[in-house]
């Protein structure tokens, strides 16, 4: 047989492209990505700090409480503007966070990118159908995906400031 | 001889959650199912790599609730990400393969024994083979039945594909 050394190309898929996945297979949740001018330390620092800025990205929510934690899990308790609560399994690590309730799906991930970094927002429904209304849904709603990418951005001039 | 390192383990739990729709359990998924999809595409897509990974995860997570054996999940995984990378690497059409008697001698300094040098001169198809039969240990016919030919024209591929590797490294 043919010598075939360990040197066989293999390929790592970053956290983005991770996330790209996660919106591409989950139906009808709205997904934008955005290089933002700052280092990823910058911006993860920002945006791993849940229960201070989660709230001022999402302005549905008015808290969010991580209530246990072990390792990269984490359960928190989210409470919206109308006083609707939920609660969030979450998976926290650098460059990635997936949350979800009984109804809802976010998620956010950031890699380092020349100019700065790539981050990506998801948010949606988790609600029976919305594999038939997904193709409907897709295009309208990114900008809802949009929105919370551009309060961080924000949110991070402030920081900085 | 390849080294053929298996993947890990699966939980068939995990799987029968994701199936149900918990994406934390999707999300943890496509976390044990990119190592190996990564393993699979590479030799395959080459460049476009990074590519074929995304497109074959996201085929094999929008279909999961076809798969009816959670234990049969990579070889349902490889099935499909042995296809993408082949449909990938065909679409961007980004090497032209040359002749298999144009692959350099060895001794050549721009070749350096390198597997990326020698599977960039082969068709997409010939490296599935390659990848089926040596990475992954599969017979003939059943590397055939992946790739939709019969086992004859697995033993053909393979044979041209072993041989650019002999020429590439033989002194």
Known sequence: MVAVNQDWPVVELDPVRRMRVLAAATPGVAYAEKLIPAPFNTVWEAASDLEHELPRMITDLRSFEITSAWGERMIAHARGRLGQRARFDVVLRPGWCVMQSRFLIGGMAAVPEVGGTRFAFLGGLRLPGMRLLAPVLRPAIRPLALRPIGRLESRLRVRAA | ?171
């Open chain 2, 1 to 171: 001889m390849a080294v053929m390192t298996g993947p890990p383990e699966l939980d068939p739990a995990l799987v029968r959650a994701a199936q149900r729709g918990d994406r934390i359990a999707v999300a943890d998924l496509m976390d044990a199912l990119a190592p190996y999809v990564g393993r699979v595409c590479g030799p395959i897509a080459l460049h476009d790599g990074p590519d074929a990974a995304q497109e074959a995860l996201i085929a094999i997570l929008k279909n999961l609730r076809s798969l009816r054996d959670p234990a049969a999940v990579y070889g349902w995984a490889r099935a499909i990400a042995v296809r993408e990378a082949i449909r990938v690497a065909r679409t961007t059409a980004r090497a032209v393969p040359a002749e298999l008697a144009d692959v350099p001698a060895s001794g050549d300094p721009q070749l350096a024994a390198d597997v990326r040098d020698v599977l960039a001169r082969l068709t997409p198809e010939h490296r599935a083979v390659l990848v089926l039969r040596d990475l992954e240990g599969l017979d003939e016919q059943a590397a055939g039945a992946l790739l939709n030919v019969p086992a004859a024209t697995v033993r053909s591929r393979l044979f041209r594909a072993r041989r650019s590797f002999r020429k590439a490294w033989s002194p």
